[in-house]
């Protein structure tokens, strides 16, 4: 059985190394319509080339329509649900040492709702990974440099994708904050002040994670005229130089 982790506990990540970075792949939506395949294997094809790349799957990894859910299964997804977790399983496992955790989505969590079963636990059971069970910390140190992420899939569907990270950052204390579930992809620096040991002021960064998606406009999407917003992924980059965030976009 695959190791559950307790939100309370965290998670932590040593590298024997300078820097890392660590993607959060995000509402990857595998078995949609719409799913950006080419977008995961460029992702998984640079994962795989980098030595200190390390991952998170940050919650809808399936799309997982449910007949009688909320939107009309066979008008979303092309595949039944075991394919889904099937190719996700073929499009992952070249990568499967790199990643950290994985967490549920919504739509992940939707047979679990109606039937108590946690595709995704089961899924990281075939992979041999963690499954991160909801929100909360994960801290990643690498030689002479630490630093600390709070995130989850999210809740929230309003259109100022950084509500939500603000409330995150009422509640953690992190260098990270990143969410995923509506689909927006930026990668914000918030600026500010803290007191040094030296007894002087010093600027520091937090960041503001909002983390896309591998899901093109979708029929639902399109129907409730919800904004388009770019495929893609963040990068969180830790090295001697301290904490920068990119995004990767179509
Ligand atoms: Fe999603």
Not at 12 to 30: F, G, P, Q, R, W
Not at 61 to 82: K, V, W
Request: net charge positive; with cysteine.
């Amino acid at each position: 059985m695959t190791e559950i982790i307790n939100p309370e506990d965290g998670f932590t990540c040593k590298l024997n190394a300078m820097s890392v970075e660590v993607h959060i792949l995000s509402d990857i939506h595998v078995g949609a319509k719409k799913f950006h395949k080419k977008l995961l294997l460029s992702a998984v094809e640079r994962i795989k080339r980098k030595r200190n790349a390390r991952v998170i799957l940050n919650g809808d990894l399936f799309d997982n329509t449910i007949p009688g859910g909320p939107y009309s299964a066979r008008d979303q997804y092309e595949q039944r649900m075991e394919q889904q977790v099937i190719q996700a399983r073929d499009l992952l496992f070249p990568i499967r040492k790199k990643i950290l955790f994985a967490r549920s989505g919504n739509h992940d969590s939707r047979t679990q709702k109606r039937a108590e079963f946690n595709s995704m636990i089961i899924f990281c059971d075939m992979m041999g990974i963690p499954y991160y069970d909801g929100p909360g910390f994960t801290r990643i140190n690498v030689t002479g440099k630490t630093m600390v992420l709070a995130g989850g899939h999210g809740k929230s569907g309003s259109q100022n994708g950084n509500l939500e990270l603000e409330r995150y950052r009422r509640i953690y204390d992190a260098d990270v904050y990143y969410l995923g579930h509506n689909h927006q992809l930026f990668a914000n620096p918030v600026p500010g002040l803290y007191l040094g040991s030296d007894g002087k002021e010093h600027l520091k960064e937090q960041w503001l994670i909002r983390a896309g998606s591998f899901l093109r406009y979708a029929d639902y999407a399109r129907e409730g005229a919800y904004q388009p917003q770019r495929c893609g992924w963040p990068t969180i980059h830790l090295g001697p130089e301290g904490i920068t965030c990119t995004v990767r976009s179509t």
